[in-house]
Structure formats: C-alpha cells, structure tokens
C-alpha cells in the first residue's frame, strides 16, 4: 500500500509540472523525514550522486557535440553522405539518417544529433519537395540514434545505476542502433518511391566526392578514435569524451569555424544541460535511497514475480508501463525512476541486464518521438518552425518501427548480445 501511495504523490507532483530533479527529491526528502532519517543523509547522498568519474563522461560529451555544432561540422557531414547517395531514390533522406548515425557516434545525445542534422536538412529537402511532415518526423526519429549508438549518455546513466559494464553496454548498442538506421532508410525510400513527394538530383562527379568526403573526413576521424579508443581499452568513456572534447577544439579552430564567442555559446550550452541531466540523477539517487528504506523496489520486484513468473508476460508488463510514462516524462526521468524498480526482478527472472539496458533505451527512444512531451519533437518544431502536431504525425511511422524493434530484440537478443558476447571476447 505504501507503494501505491508514494508513486501516486510522484506522480501528481509530475503533474503540478513541478521539475523533476525537484519532484523526485523533494519527495525523496519528505519520506526520509517520515522515517525519521537525519536529514544530514541528503547532502551525503546529493555528494555521493555526482561523485562518479563515469559520470564525467556526459559534460565532456555535451562540450564536445556543443563545438561541433557551433563549428557547423554537420554541413561537412550532410553534404560528404549526400554527394554519395543524394541521387538515390529518396536520396536525401538517406543521407539525412546516415549523417545522424555519423554524429550519434560522436555526440551521445539525440536532442545535439537532431539539432546539428536538422538544422542542414530540413532546408535541403523541404527545397527538394519531400513532404514536410515526413521530413520532420525522420530528423526527429535520426536523432534519437545519439541515445543508442555509442557512446551514450542513457546508456552510461544506466551503467551507473545498475552497476553494469559501460563498455560492454555500448557494444550491446551497436547492432540495435544499426538495425534501427537501416530500418529507417528503408522506410525512407518506399516512402519517397511510392508517393513520388522528391525531386531527384544529379549523381554527384568523383571529384564532388572526394572534396565533400574530405571536408567530413576529420568528423569521421573524430567518430572512429571516440569509439575505437573505448572498445580497444585504450581508454574509459570518461577519457575519451575528453580526448574527444580536444579534438573537437582542434578540428573547428583548425578549420576556421570556431571563435571564443562561439564557444562561449557553446559552454553555456553544455553548462546548462550538465545541470539540468545531474539534478535529474542528484534528485533521483535521493529518491531512490528514500524508497529503499521503504522496501518500495523490494516490494514491486516481489509483486512482479508472484504474480508474473513468465520473463515474456514481465518485458510485455515493462513496455506497457513504458510506453504509458512516455506520455508523461521524458526519457532521463524514466530511466532514473525506474530502473532502480525494476531491476531486482530483472536479476530474479534471470534476464540480462545488459540487453534489459539496450531494450529499456529503445523504449525510451520511442518517448522522445510521441507526444506530449517528446523532447526530439520540440527541438524539431523550433528548428523548422512548424507545428507541433506536423512534427507528430510525420514521427508516427518512425515510432512503430522502433516499436518493432523493441519486439525483435525480446525475440532475437543476440541482435544486441552478440557483438559484447562473442566478438569481444
């Protein structure tokens, strides 16, 4: 009953539009005081939330994509993919999910991944005649890649909070992100083929290439040494990203297109979602030490497994609650709020939690694309100033195919285990 309660007070502080690093820890407090727990344990456990050197990794990688967007290296990105495949049917689309896969492997954020591609190839292909809704709802669906190719920043949130293997969580992500891109080509393409809403453009020359895939080349390296360095142990997500976050200086100076007020910009940028990401975890750790007194996780993960003993009814139970919260919260929230719920009955009914990882962040994925409070969805609406409802209804058939991803994954798990499983080993 107590469980009941207090997820009920949560949720209609949600409600009160309350912000929720200040939902999740000033509940967190109250319970705590109810106990009749010194209150001296909520700074400790404030402290203690942002005393992680894996959490170092999200403000590097937040500066780091921040530069690159300043530095306008999404240009260079577009434009190498497009003078590839831009001829193709539904060329620029192609090149649109293409260009959000190079910078996700880059950045570990969807809302930088949507903003630096969007804000290229939304003019691009509105100016080509692709219908503006399904232009909109494809940058927005490409940019929830940055949260499932590595290196992610949910993904090393959920490492910290499950106490699992980071690296071996982004490896788990490649495939997954990979089938997810691909999946979106495809659409692209029957959907440019069938409606005929595209004007074809000319194959570009060899020389257009090789000039276009020199501008993209030093992104690319960049891409290449992030990931290379962490699946080759040379260094931890947290090194890299600041290896990662030099670079990007070099390269944007280098080329010219960076300045101090530009990276002023960029740091307030980087500052201002550092912050608002480690609220989120300050405000969750004390929750979630809060509920713990209660035996609330305990309690849910002991009614679960009564009452669900099958694995299949339990991930099918785990979606539904997922979708729900979509509605509701955006994708950091769901993650902090439940996974320290869920994850004793994920260890009780032997499930993995390195693919429960990957298959809970597709599920959030598709929570950054559905109203109301999908975050991509806003980011695109500012940048191409339409409504919010045409940025909705174009992200619609991008949501059902992460939907049927999440499906296969349950189905198919080595889609995600295989490359941390065998190839690394």
């Known amino acids: 009953m107590e469980a009941f309660f207090i997820l009920t007070a949560l949720l209609a502080i949600l409600m009160l539009r309350t912000p929720v690093a200040f939902a999740l820890g000033g509940l967190g407090v109250i319970l705590l005081a109810l106990k009749g727990m010194p209150l001296v344990a909520v700074p400790q456990r404030l402290h203690g939330s942002m005393d992680s050197f894996e959490l170092l990794a999200i403000p590097m990688f937040l500066l780091m994509s921040n530069i690159l967007l300043k530095g306008g290296v ?12 831009g001829h193709w049917p539904g060329g620029l689309g192609v090149a649109t999910i293409l260009s959000c896969t190079l910078f996700s492997a880059i950045s570990g954020s969807s809302v930088a991944t949507a903003a630096t591609i969007g804000t290229v190839a939304i003019p691009e292909m509105t100016k080509r005649g692709y219908d503006r809704s399904f232009v909109m709802g494809m940058l927005a669906a490409g940019g929830t890649l940055g949260i499932l190719i590595p290196p992610s920043i949910p993904l090393i949130i959920y490492g910290v909070v499950s106490e699992t293997s980071i690296p071996k969580l982004f490896l788990a992500g490649v495939g997954p992100g990979l089938f997810l891109a691909s999946a979106f080509i495809v659409y692209g393409i029957l959907f440019a083929k069938l409606t005929g809403a595209y004007t074809p453009i000319a194959k570009s020359t060899w020389a257009e290439r090789g000039r276009a895939t020199m501008m993209a080349f030093p992104t690319v390296l960049l891409a290449i040494t992030i990931v290379g360095s962490i699946y080759a142990g040379i260094a931890t997500p947290s090194e890299s990203a600041g290896l990662g976050f030099v670079f990007a200086i070099i390269i944007t100076f280098a080329m010219g297109r960076m300045n101090f007020s530009l ?81 004793p009955a994920v260890f009780n009914m032997n499930i993995d939690p390195i693919w429960f990882g990957i298959f809970f962040v597709v599920l959030i994925e598709t929570a950054l694309i559905t109203p109301p409070v999908g975050m991509n969805l806003f980011v695109i609406q500012a940048v191409g100033k339409v409504s919010l409802q045409e940025v909705a209804k174009g992200a619609l058939p991008f949501a059902g195919i992460m939907l049927a991803t999440a499906v296969l994954l349950w189905f198919w798990q080595d889609l995600a285990l295989y490359i941390p499983y065998q190839l690394a080993r």
Not at 74 to 82: K, S
Not at 326 to 336: A, I, R, T, V
């Open 74 to 85: 999404g240009r260079d990105l577009f434009a190498a993919v497009q003078s590839w495949v």
């Open 263 to 343: 990276m002023k910009e960029a740091v307030e940028a980087a500052l201002r979602t550092t912050v608002m990401i480690l609220l989120i975890v300050a405000g969750a750790k004390v929750f979630s030490f809060a509920i713990t007194l209660y035996l609330i996780p305990q309690s849910i993960s002991q009614l679960l497994t009564m009452n669900i003993d099958n694995p299949n009814l339990f991930i099918l139970a785990v979606g539904v609650v997922l979708l729900i919260m979509g509605f509701f919260l955006e994708s950091l929230s769901m993650l902090l709020i439940m996974v320290p719920v869920l994850l």
